[in-house]
């Protein structure tokens, strides 16, 4: 057995997938104008000079102290109903093109992210992939974020979440292959004996030319069909501060209720974001 990590970001969808449903999140009272134009600002910034541990340490602050007083739910049930609209036509065919490669080699596939589990599991889904590694943010008895992570998938973490993966799957991650952008994701390339570097930032792309590792050009954003990748359910989310392998369904559930219990969260939200 073998396996095929994914970055999403940049990687897999040409867009960062929070910067994606911020319209999204602005229109169901989530977000103000100006957090979207700041996460904008912070995906330019990255975009052309690599972001580095303080900037991305700042941002994740950023992201908890918005997200602060949201209605967990209410999140799972947005990216449902709107998983179709707003994100699958930035899905790469390159990156559709090589998951399909590795599936049928039956090779295990994950997508790693540092996105939200909320966004990354329906996704993962959607693709069809054997798992996620995700953000796992902390949740109070009522179902609200309290802004404190369980669970950061970025940088040497992703990396151990990999590890945890293989030996879970009893598979040597020096077979391994993984994809990714960003240099922030230097430790999860790092891990595996096939580090792939696609559509890199400046730093990833020096890095990449000094230790002559392949590059890749993902340009091709299209719309996922119904059932094109699909041949196995994704076995689950990586969480390495609770120690276990879990999957989120209540996004499913969620997808049925969502327009009768949007207004309803929208207004029982504790902590809403003014301008």
């Given at each position: 057995m073998n396996a095929a990590f994914f970055d999403l970001d940049k990687t897999v969808i040409a867009k960062a997938s929070m910067l994606a449903f911020g319209r999204t999140f602005y229109k169901e009272g989530l977000l103000s104008k100006r957090s979207i134009l700041r996460?904008?600002?912070?995906?330019?910034?990255?975009?052309?000079?690599?972001?580095?541990?303080?900037?991305?340490?700042?941002?994740?602050e950023t992201v908890l102290s918005l997200t602060k007083?949201?209605?967990?739910?209410?999140?799972?049930?947005?990216?449902?109903?709107?998983?179709?609209?707003?994100?699958?036509?930035?899905?790469?065919?390159?990156?559709?093109?090589?998951?399909a490669e590795h599936k049928a080699k039956g090779d295990l596939v994950y997508i790693v992210s540092a996105s939200p589990e909320e966004i990354v599991a329906p996704l993962g889904e959607r693709l069809g992939v054997d798992g996620v590694i995700a953000t796992v943010s902390k949740v109070d008895a009522s179902g609200r974020?309290?802004?404190?992570?369980?669970?950061?998938?970025?940088?040497?973490?992703?990396?151990?979440?990999?590890?945890?993966?293989?030996?879970?799957?009893?598979?040597?991650?020096?077979?391994?292959?993984?994809?990714?952008?960003s240099f922030t994701d230097l430790p999860m390339l790092e891990a595996v004996g096939h580090p792939i570097v696609v559509n890199p930032d400046r730093v990833l792309a020096k890095i990449a030319k000094e230790r002559n590792w392949p590059v890749e050009t993902f340009a091709n954003?299209?719309?996922?069909?119904?059932?094109?990748?699909?041949?196995?359910?994704?076995?689950g989310l990586i969480a390495l501060s609770a120690g276990i392998v879990s999957i989120s369904a209540?996004?499913?559930?969620?997808?049925?209720?969502?327009?009768r219990l949007s207004e309803q969260l929208r207004a029982a939200l504790m902590l809403p974001i003014q301008d």
């Amino acid at each position: 057995m073998n396996a095929a990590f994914f970055d999403l970001d940049k990687t897999v969808i040409a867009k960062a997938s929070m910067l994606a449903f911020g319209r999204t999140f602005y229109k169901e009272g989530l977000l103000s104008k100006r957090s979207i134009l700041r996460s904008a600002y912070a995906q330019l910034v990255f975009k052309y000079t690599g972001a580095n541990e303080r900037q991305l340490n700042k941002l994740r602050e950023t992201v908890l102290s918005l997200t602060k007083g949201w209605e967990r739910s209410l999140v799972s049930a947005i990216v449902a109903e709107t998983m179709t609209e707003i994100v699958e036509p930035l899905i790469f065919k390159e990156a559709l093109d090589r998951i399909a490669e590795h599936k049928a080699k039956g090779d295990l596939v994950y997508i790693v992210s540092a996105s939200p589990e909320e966004i990354v599991a329906p996704l993962g889904e959607r693709l069809g992939v054997d798992g996620v590694i995700a953000t796992v943010s902390k949740v109070d008895a009522s179902g609200r974020y309290t802004g404190e992570m369980e669970f950061y998938a970025y940088g040497p973490y992703k990396a151990e979440a990999m590890a945890s993966v293989a030996e879970r799957y009893g598979f040597s991650l020096e077979d391994a292959f993984a994809y990714s952008d960003s240099f922030t994701d230097l430790p999860m390339l790092e891990a595996v004996g096939h580090p792939i570097v696609v559509n890199p930032d400046r730093v990833l792309a020096k890095i990449a030319k000094e230790r002559n590792w392949p590059v890749e050009t993902f340009a091709n954003p299209v719309r996922v069909r119904e059932g094109e990748i699909r041949p196995s359910a994704p076995i689950g989310l990586i969480a390495l501060s609770a120690g276990i392998v879990s999957i989120s369904a209540a996004s499913v559930y969620l997808l049925v209720r969502v327009r009768r219990l949007s207004e309803q969260l929208r207004a029982a939200l504790m902590l809403p974001i003014q301008d």
